[in-house]
């Protein structure tokens, strides 16, 4: 199946705005490059994408031709770059940060879930908080939100090739808490202690993976 550019991890893509037109086109044809190599898994591709942004923001700054930064011969440039300190380095740096957005992310999916649930209750009882359409659209906004985390959580999960354990445990913890709130006579009961157990449970057991991504 041929790559395209989603399947490639730049933080901070946005940078890429600050970038002048040669530096634009430099960056583009290396990015274009590894898209092509088969050699290379998608996580090593990201690092060397990553230093290349970081080296064509500071090559901007210090006033440097886009082709001193990234020179022709991708093939040499990748190649340096996907071993050595600087890849090291930049595989740290990306790998805390990920760390960091599943913690955040998973607190994020336990608040918009907690709302989402309590939400589809008083639907299912006809008890709105304010009224009908209000209830569900602070519904759906709070589930759209606990999707968008789910989805950057199980793509960092395949990045680091984490294994399905942790998408297991939030699916199955989602399908319990809409059981329990269909069953349940009130809105008070169990369903946030059980996505707030979910998440620490999954908080403990990748921490120590992250810890061996060196």
Known sequence: ????????????????????????????????????????????????????????????????????????DLKEYVSKYTKGPVYKEMKKELRNQDYEKIVIGGIWMVTAMAIALFVLKNIIMQEYLVNYWVDSLVGVVAGVIAYRNFQIKRRIINRYQFGSLYIRIDLVTIASCVFIKLISPSNFDITYLLLVLSFIITKRKIKPQFEEVI
Request: proline share 1%; aromatic share 6%; net charge positive.
């Open 1 to 72: 199946m041929a790559l395209t550019k989603t399947d490639l991890h730049v933080d901070n893509i946005h940078l890429l705005k600050q970038l002048d037109e040669n530096y634009k086109q430099a960056f583009n044809r290396l990015y274009d490059y590894l898209l092509a190599d088969t050699r290379r898994n998608d996580f090593d591709k990201s690092i060397v994408l990553n230093i290349a942004l970081q080296q064509c923001l500071e090559g901007m700054k210090d006033q440097k031709k886009a082709q001193l930064v990234i020179p022709r």
